[in-house]
């Protein structure tokens, strides 16, 4: 079936530093890849998204790259900051309803 | 601003108990979402729905029925719970319109089955 991998499952970073994470999809026929942050407790919320005619997409300190061809896309946040600290998921839409979600990555931003 | 809201933010209930978990949302979205939120699992979807009275099941809808009467509304329902289904479940609701594809969340119910 469909699925999404996300690496790494944790990351930590010095404040200031980048951060990246990287998913892989399986199913060729995806056309939307959003990027949700949850912090403790809280519910996901979407921070950026990506359609399949796009190759990069930014907003201020966060940008997502997409390559089609190998079927992957990869969320960069530069300049982090203590208040990114929160675990980031990412997914994939397939067909007209269906979402896959990655494993999600917990990101700890070390001041 | 899109609200989605769950009937309680946490649950306990006991091994063969019914339980009906509620989620209402405001913005008159045509689909509602059911997952799952396990550590180091994801989001697994349990069943979705794309219309009132329709569904389809996701990934892993064993144990688990949903009703859809109403647009608003989309209940979860675990017919006999057991304590493999204590887990964080949450619900989401999303547009049918071409160009917007955001999924809107609800705070989460967090169920221990004991």
């Known amino acids: 079936g469909e699925n999404v991998e996300q690496h790494p499952s944790t990351l930590s970073v010095q404040e200031g530093d980048s951060a990246v994470i990287k998913c892989t999809y399986s199913?060729?026929?995806?056309?939307?890849f959003p990027w949700y942050k949850q912090e403790l407790g809280k519910r996901p919320q979407l921070i950026i998204d990506i359609r399949s005619n796009v190759g990069e997409k930014k907003d201020q300190r966060i940008a997502v790259t997409l390559n089609k061809t190998a079927k992957h896309f990869s969320l960069h946040i530069t300049e982090t900051q203590p208040e990114d600290s929160a675990v980031y998921f990412c997914a994939a839409l397939t067909g007209t309803y269906k979402y896959i979600f990655g494993t999600g990555t917990r990101l700890k931003v070390l001041a | 601003d899109v609200k989605v809201t769950q009937s309680s933010r946490y649950l306990v209930k006991r091994t063969g108990e019914k339980v009906f978990l509620e989620c209402v949302q405001d913005m008159d979205h045509e689909n509602m979402f059911w997952y799952r939120q396990d550590p180091g699992l994801g989001l697994r979807l349990i069943y979705f729905s794309y219309d009132v009275k329709m569904k389809e099941k996701g990934d892993i809808p064993e144990g688990y029925s949903v009703s859809r009467e109403k647009k608003e509304r989309f209940s979860l329902i675990l017919e006999s719970a057991s304590t493999n289904q204590t887990s964080m479940y949450l619900c989401a609701s999303s547009l049918i319109a071409a160009g917007s594809y955001e999924q809107y969340f609800g705070p989460g119910t967090r169920l221990t089955v004991t």
């Open positions: 199913d060729s026929a995806s056309n939307y």
